[in-house]
């Protein structure tokens, strides 16, 4: 079966601090990748996603994540992050061949300090 | 334009009853899904319906929960004699065929 395993479930960093979120996945076939922010009191958002060809790819509000396939890793970047990015971060795999249900990581929830 | 919605936002009611959650997804999006998420823990997979028919739904976790999405847009989720651990936020998500899923705000159901 399809997981999705974020290995850190806080982090905590102060502003202008770079963030790197973990996340590895189990299935070996071809698969998107996607990572969804929650921020406070709202829904889930897509940050970024990657379907095939650059494995970096850029989202939204200066994040990026690389997919590594020989890893099965695709892990979110952002080189200095805000206040405005205090949120909870989950990672979410779609195997192709499939029905196009999103497997969820357990998310990483983020505070960031002033 | 609008986004997916959820009705209600919150739900509260006792053990054995039956409750009824209601999704509209975005306008001409041919895709919705169902998740269920618990307290700690990310989005977990429930059933998706391409059109009218349910493509796949290995998530439903026993009889007890059923979905329908009569004429392919508004689509509701069913549970039957609920019990105190059916208490979740349940989310609902559309797409266009095989792209991105958007969220709707969830309703909270409470299972006392």
């Known amino acids: 079966a399809q997981s999705v395993s974020q290995h850190n479930h806080h982090v905590i960093l102060s502003e202008a601090a770079s963030l790197e979120l973990g996340c590895n996945y189990s299935?070996?076939?071809?698969?998107?990748l996607f990572w969804y922010v929650q921020y406070p009191g709202q829904h889930l958002q897509l940050l970024l996603k990657?379907?095939?060809?650059?494995?970096l790819v850029k989202g939204i509000k200066g994040f990026e994540a690389e997919f590594i396939k020989s890893k099965f890793s695709f892990n979110l970047r952002k080189p200095s992050v805000q206040w405005s990015d205090t949120a909870e971060y989950f990672c979410?795999?779609?195997?192709?061949?499939?029905?196009?249900?999103?497997?969820f990581g357990s998310g990483t929830r983020l505070l960031v300090r002033p | 334009g609008a986004g997916v919605s959820q009705t209600p936002s919150n739900k509260v009611t006792e053990k054995g009853k039956y409750v009824e959650l209601r999704c509209d997804p975005i306008?001409?999006?041919?895709?919705l899904y169902w998740y269920r998420q618990s307290l700690g823990q990310g989005p977990e997979f429930l059933i998706y319906?391409?059109?009218?028919?349910?493509?796949?739904d290995s998530g439903l976790p026993n009889d007890r929960f059923f979905a329908v999405r009569p004429e392919g847009s508004v689509s509701t989720l069913k549970i039957q004699r609920t019990e105190r651990g059916d208490s979740a936020v349940y989310l609902c998500?559309?797409?266009?065929?095989?792209?991105?899923?958007?969220f709707g705000p969830g309703t909270r159901l409470t299972v006392l």
């Open positions: 998500a559309s797409s266009a065929h095989g792209e991105e899923q958007f």
């Open positions: 299935y070996g076939g071809t698969v998107n």
């Open positions: 990657y379907f095939s060809g650059d494995p």
């Open positions: 979410a795999v779609n195997a192709q061949r499939s029905s196009y249900k999103l497997i």
């Open positions: 306008s001409g999006h041919t895709a």
């Open positions: 319906f391409q059109g009218t028919g349910a493509a796949d």
